[in-house]
């Protein structure tokens, strides 16, 4: 039976068809489309967009260790052994395994030796980062560093400035950061987040990914307040809601290339869109998704969360409102 092209579908590499070969062959155990991607790669955004989604790939197979013992020397192979070993030590505290402490010192250790070998090179700061969430209880010293602004809390300030000077307002970066508050066994508090990304929404220029990062907290919001009891409530529709979605629109959508867009980025602004009631301009957004779609955040408007069929539904229904709304005004 042929597949429904009306169907959503989701893809890590979303448009980015380069990234999706390079993914197809690691998949098989081949790792030189790899090595070609990432030598042809000079942005930082999307060098360190394309080695997180390649270490996912990766970190269940033994493809980085096979290209590091036929290229000893290089930077790149070296990276991405720093994104596997960060990958496989939060799979394992997510599984609550054994070996987490092992491997998340095997993990810093990797990615102290990348940002030694790489000084330039942003993603071995955005992988400490990362491994800062394992640590809940804040007990290393360079995770509860004083904040940079009043209202924000002691956290792993150092790196993430080291991150933000390599490639400013990394887009990672500071989505571990906002990780990073909820797994604070001292905090996780939403108001902590949402000072978090207004400080760094507001720094923000225009382009960037990061005038997106309030849609996030809001859902989070949604999420624990079990937002879909109430569907029709005003969560979406405030003037707060309204603001950070057309923010988000007229400062980054309106200034980006899809294929260098998170598809996170994207379904969260068209989310954001069509929950607050701009039908025609989401339909702008889910028409530069295309085929594609993420489960999050749409399964939160669900009554199963974790059920990725129900999320699709709600998706399906919010892109067929807004295209038709589109179609109606003319544009």
Known sequence: MAQDQNRPV?????????????????????????RNLLAST???????????VLAAVAAGSDAVQAWRAEEPHS?????????????????????????????????????????HQGPDDPVPWVCLLALAQLDEKQRLEEHRQIPPGPMLFRGPWGLLSEAHKRDPHNREAYHRMLQFVYARKSGGHLSE?????????????????????????????????????RALDLHWVTDDATREATRALDGWFDHVNPALSSLLDLNHLAHALWGSGQFAEAARVFETLGPYYTAPPWSYRTQSPGDAGLAEEVFLRARGRCLAAAHEAGT
Do not use: K
Request: hydrophobic share 40%; aromatic share 8%; charged share 25%.
């Open 10 to 34: 989701y893809h890590p590499a979303g448009h980015d068809n380069e990234l999706r070969a390079a993914m197809q062959d690691l998949r098989t155990g081949r790792w030189l489309s790899m």
């Open 42 to 52: 000079s942005d930082w955004g999307l060098w360190t967009q394309r080695t997180q």
């Open 75 to 115: 930077l790149a192979a070296t990276v991405m052994h720093c994104r596997i070993s960060v990958e496989r030590a939060l799979r394992a505290h997510r599984e609550q395994h054994q070996r987490t402490q092992d491997l998340w010192h095997e993990a810093w250790e990797a990615c102290r030796i990348a940002a």
């Open 193 to 229: 987040a949402v000072n978090f990304v207004q400080w760094a929404s507001s720094a923000a220029p225009t382009g960037s990914a990061l005038l997106a990062l309030p849609l996030y907290v809001r859902v989070e919001r949604y999420r624990r307040d079990n937002g879909h009891e």
